[in-house]
């Protein structure tokens, strides 16, 4: 296994308000996390750090034994620990009110993927057969979509495209998703913000990771793809090979 990772504020905004965090703790195990932080100038870093460096601080509580024991208590426990921090730091920092994050994370054990999500980062598993999105957004549009009032192209350019409908820290209580993917040798793994996923199609991901290049390097090409585009928002990329 191996994981790599990029983020960059991007051309139009003047602060980078994502976060991520990579790490092979074992061979077969590893933990990759993106937040995607919004709250105004200053608070939406505040938030994608605070929920990263919490969920990493409670996950370190416990053993990598206790990880493979039930790894999906630990997704979602570091998680609520991550939503409490932001809540709390939102209620008391005026400079904070009404501050959040969204958050996807995986750990990967073995061959099996168990994934958090909430708000609109992503997660995708690329291989030979193809490119298949994961996660839901918890966003207006996608809620749009579920009901076909439009369609996913129609998604891409909808001006309310970036509302999203959950976020980690915005509620006391944590409402986010869990799943499972088991994985094989040639499978790939890419979470993202949508500072990627809004202006980097799925094809040209699909494109990026199976032949673009040196896989070590294909965070960065994603990432200079959405530069090209302007970026208009903050792009953060982790990519993991099994």
């Known amino acids: 296994m191996n994981i790599w990772g990029v983020t960059d504020k991007g051309v139009v905004r003047q602060q980078n308000q994502d976060d991520f965090h990579i790490e092979l703790t074992q061979p077969d195990v590893a933990l990759g996390i993106v937040c995607d932080g919004m709250g105004g100038a200053r608070a939406g870093n505040v938030a ?64 099996m993927a168990y994934l958090l999500n909430i708000g609109d980062s992503r997660a995708y598993l690329v291989n030979a057969g193809g490119i298949q999105r994961l996660t839901r957004d ?34 006391s209580q944590l409402r986010a998703d869990l799943y499972r993917q088991p994985l094989k040798e040639g499978d790939w793994l890419l979470l993202c913000s949508d500072g990627l996923s809004n202006v980097v199609t799925e094809q040209e991901i699909l494109y990026e990771v199976l032949h673009g290049g040196a896989a070590g390097d294909c965070c960065q090409r994603l990432l200079e793809i959405a530069l090209s585009r302007g970026a208009p928002d903050n792009v953060t990329a982790v990519l993991l090979q099994m």
């Not at 990263?52 to 570091?78: H, I, K, M, Y």
């Not at 809620?143 to 350019?157: F, H, M, N, S, Y």
């Open 138 to 171: 918890h966003s207006v549009v996608e809620d749009l979509v579920a009901k076909g009032r439009i369609t996913p192209e129609e998604a891409r350019q909808h001006p309310q495209k970036n509302l999203i409908t959950r976020a980690l820290g915005s509620e």
């Open 48 to 111: 994608s750090r605070l929920a990263v460096d919490t969920f990493l601080d409670t996950a370190r509580e416990r053993s990598v034994d206790q990880w493979r024991a039930d790894p999906e208590a630990l997704l979602n426990f570091g998680a609520e620990q991550a939503n409490q921090a932001v809540h709390f730091r939102a209620g008391i920092d005026a400079e904070c009110r009404g501050m959040g994050t969204t958050m996807v994370a995986v750990l990967v054990i073995g061959e």
